[in-house]
């Protein structure tokens, strides 16, 4: 992958930049973003440095100092947005009960309702590419937390990672699968082929995951997120798949989807009473992120569900 297009002031500076390999950063570190739009491209580049990387980026870039300072900067801010918007609404009460109606209640756009029953095929294409920005990397983000968790907590994690991962065969990783299915849809199935193309919601999405993933001081909040994820997964999942079977999109596309109709019946299990649920126990000061990590996920979905539908309605 290439880096992204810039998207202000920011963004262009930090990418010219990271594309010479230039010794000092200190334009970028005086530039402040145009918009959100600006600041969360800039942020999911600096992200990716520690994924997959760019191809026009040298990887000695990864622990840049100055890179690294800018990206504190950015998820500051972006930590003080997700904090406001959650507003420390944590419920009292047995733990994995709780979690699953907090989220059973928490009532929000749908975007699978949707494509089950009314979406063209052009917008189920649109929000196939908007999905594989996460999708063809499903489960990565996740990975950064396992070493940061007490044993029997990383050992339910990795059940569910195993699982996300292909049991050990490659061809059936989830984000193969989803790349597969890509591919016989006629779309880039390359890792961030779409990423010019996605609004500000997805990036903010997609770095949730990554702030919480690559911080241990969020390993509540990245298990929370997981929980809501898993939780919200096999219903919507069922949908999709009977939106693109009546759309005739191909049968390794839907497949993708069916496939997690029964796989996150029994991950959210796992992830609210074996694994958020260890960690809870061992570590009880956590519990108010692991519900700030299950808001977020929610919030961030129902509000990009709510762009693409009001965009869809137009
Ligand atoms: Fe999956
Ligand atoms: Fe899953």
């Not at 918009?35 to 600096?46: E, G, N, Y």
């Not at 196939?128 to 950064?144: C, F, G, N, Q, V």
């Not at 339910?156 to 699982?163: I, T």
């Amino acid at each position: 992958m290439l880096t992204p297009k810039g998207r202000g002031s920011l963004s262009d500076v930090v990418f010219e930049l990271m594309r010479t390999s230039a010794p000092t950063f200190g334009p970028a570190l005086t530039t402040l973003a145009d918009d959100d739009d600006d600041l969360h491209i800039t942020l999911w580049a600096l992200y990716e440095l520690h994924y997959r990387g760019f191809e026009d980026v040298s990887d000695d870039l990864e622990w840049h100092p100055e890179l690294i300072d800018l990206r504190r900067s950015l998820e500051t801010n972006f930590e003080h947005v997700l904090r406001d918007r959650w507003q420390e609404n944590s419920p009292e009460g047995d733990f994995a009960e709780t979690l699953f109606h907090f989220v059973e209640n928490h009532d929000g756009a749908s975007l699978a309702s949707h494509v089950q029953r009314d979406a063209d095929v052009e917008q189920a294409l649109e929000l196939l590419r908007m999905r594989s920005i996460y999708h063809l990397k499903e489960s990565d983000p996740t990975a950064w937390v396992i070493p940061r968790l007490p044993n029997r907590t990383k050992a339910a994690l990795m059940e569910l990672q195993f699982d996300e991962y292909g049991y050990g065969d490659p061809s059936r990783l989830h984000a193969e699968l989803f790349a597969r299915g890509m591919n016989l849809s006629g779309l880039r199935a390359e890792y961030g082929a779409y990423i010019d193309d996605v609004p500000l919601e997805v990036l903010e999405q997609n770095n949730a995951m990554s702030l919480f993933g690559l911080h241990r001081r969020f390993r509540g909040a990245a298990l929370g997120h997981l929980a809501a994820f898993e939780i919200t997964s096999s219903i919507p999942s069922r949908k999709m798949a009977q939106g693109f079977t009546r759309l005739g999109l191909p049968a390794e596309m839907v497949g993708y989807y069916t496939e997690h109709v029964e796989a996150d019946a029994v991950h959210e299990q796992l992830a609210v009473r074996t694994i958020a649920g260890s960690l809870v126990e061992e570590e009880p000061a956590v519990r108010g992120d692991v519900f700030f990590g299950a808001f977020s996920c929610l919030d961030l979905e129902d509000r990009f569900a709510r762009r693409m539908l009001t965009e869809w309605a137009a």
